[in-house]
């Protein structure tokens, strides 16, 4: 779920809990957790909303001063509905973050790992790209996404993306600037080394 930046703060202190999007079909579930730039947040209602509808209350809930200011920014299709999700920040710990840091690897564990990253491999339009991009952040911790991707001939955003994919395995940690291997990345990537020179 894509959230604008000014949004972020507020959302994380609980002082935004309302956003507005122009969906042709609905794309949250209340009650799910997203993770989103601004961080972890809980969907707890999905609403379509007629326009003429939407409160100044919600507007000032969703950063606007007036219902009007909503109306004007809502990107998309004006033909689709408007949905209003009321949110809150999950400040919860992170599934990905014990999973990261878990590095005591049993043989299934590694077995697990080379599968989903196998797949990921081959679903990739661009060729194997899961080995040579674990060695890059090992070899490179916290050089910025856009010299990495340079480095290896990919543009930023799709190279950033990949990484994530990665990140949701437990595999790698995002820094201030750039990335690192967590623990069970550097655990996942030693083994692969010594049992096949490969990854």
């Given at each position: 779920?894509?959230?604008?930046?000014?949004?972020?703060?507020?959302?994380q202190d609980?002082?935004?809990t309302?956003?507005?999007?122009r969906?042709?079909?609905?794309?949250?579930?209340?009650?799910?957790?997203?993770?989103?730039a601004?961080?972890?947040?809980?969907v707890?209602?999905?609403?379509?909303v007629?326009?003429?509808?939407?409160?100044?209350?919600d507007a000032?809930?969703?950063?606007?001063?007036?219902?009007?200011?909503v109306r004007?920014?809502?990107?998309?299709?004006?033909?689709?509905?408007?949905?209003?999700?009321?949110?809150?920040?999950?400040?919860?710990?992170?599934p990905?973050?014990?999973?990261?840091?878990?590095?005591?690897?049993?043989?299934?564990?590694?077995e697990a790992?080379?599968?989903r990253?196998?797949?990921?491999?081959?679903?990739?339009?661009?060729?194997?790209?899961?080995?040579?991009?674990l060695?890059?952040?090992?070899?490179?911790?916290?050089?910025?996404?856009?010299?990495?991707?340079?480095?290896?001939?990919?543009?930023?955003?799709?190279?950033?993306?990949?990484?994530?994919?990665?990140?949701?395995?437990?595999?790698t940690?995002?820094?201030d600037t750039?990335?690192?291997?967590?623990?069970?990345g550097?655990?996942?990537?030693?083994?692969?080394?010594?049992?096949?020179?490969?990854?």
């Amino acid at each position: 779920m894509l959230i604008e930046r000014r949004l972020h703060d507020g959302i994380q202190d609980g002082s935004i809990t309302v956003l507005f999007r122009r969906w042709r079909a609905p794309q949250a579930v209340a009650g799910k957790v997203y993770r989103t730039a601004a961080g972890r947040i809980v969907v707890d209602e999905v609403t379509v909303v007629p326009l003429a509808r939407i409160t100044a209350r919600d507007a000032r809930a969703a950063g606007y001063r007036s219902a009007d200011e909503v109306r004007a920014d809502l990107r998309g299709d004006p033909m689709s509905p408007v949905y209003r999700l009321r949110v809150h920040p999950d400040h919860g710990t992170d599934p990905r973050d014990e999973l990261a840091g878990t590095a005591d690897l049993t043989p299934a564990d590694v077995e697990a790992i080379t599968a989903r990253l196998t797949r990921l491999d081959r679903a990739s339009a661009i060729g194997p790209w899961t080995g040579a991009t674990l060695r890059l952040i090992a070899e490179r911790p916290a050089v910025r996404a856009a010299d990495l991707a340079a480095s290896v001939g990919r543009e930023t955003a799709p190279f950033k993306l990949d990484v994530r994919k990665l990140k949701n395995l437990g595999l790698t940690i995002s820094l201030d600037t750039g990335y690192r291997l967590s623990p069970r990345g550097r655990a996942y990537l030693a083994h692969a080394a010594h049992t096949t020179g490969n990854r």
